[in-house]
């Protein structure tokens, strides 16, 4: 069975920091780009960063850029969002993605549609 599994998430304040990982099982998506989207309440899922299957091309929305970090080791199948000076509008439900359909591409989508995994989510909190 194959899972991708978040955690790292919790409550924290304005101007802190949280580390997110995603840990895969059942495939290895080394060879594939994956990525960070969330889902604050009443809205729609939205791209938060992604990376190539290399890690040599990264992908930030204009709203975390500068503040987050992704990053991925592909010998231990995982990818990880580094959050540092969290707001309070960066509350959402974090869910990490992989996209098998993109193999060895040079680039990573930053299309919620382009991904095909997807991890339950973990809840990141920010109180002002």
């Known amino acids: 069975q194959v899972q991708l599994v978040e955690s790292g998430g919790g409550l924290v304040q304005a101007g802190g920091s949280l580390r997110l990982s995603c840990s895969a099982s059942g495939r290895t998506f080394s060879r594939n780009p994956m990525g960070w989207f969330r889902q604050a309440p009443g809205k729609e899922r939205e791209f938060v960063a992604t990376?190539?299957?290399?890690?040599?091309?990264?992908y930030y929305a204009d709203s975390v850029k500068g503040r987050f970090t992704i990053s991925r080791d592909n010998a231990k199948n995982t990818v990880t969002l580094q959050m540092n000076s969290l707001k309070p509008e960066d509350t959402a439900v974090y869910y990490c993605a992989a996209d098998v359909n993109s193999y060895l591409s040079a680039y990573a989508s930053r299309l919620r549609d382009d991904y095909d995994y997807w991890g339950q989510g973990t809840q990141v909190t920010v109180s002002s």
């Open positions: 990376i190539s299957w290399s890690g040599g091309r990264t």
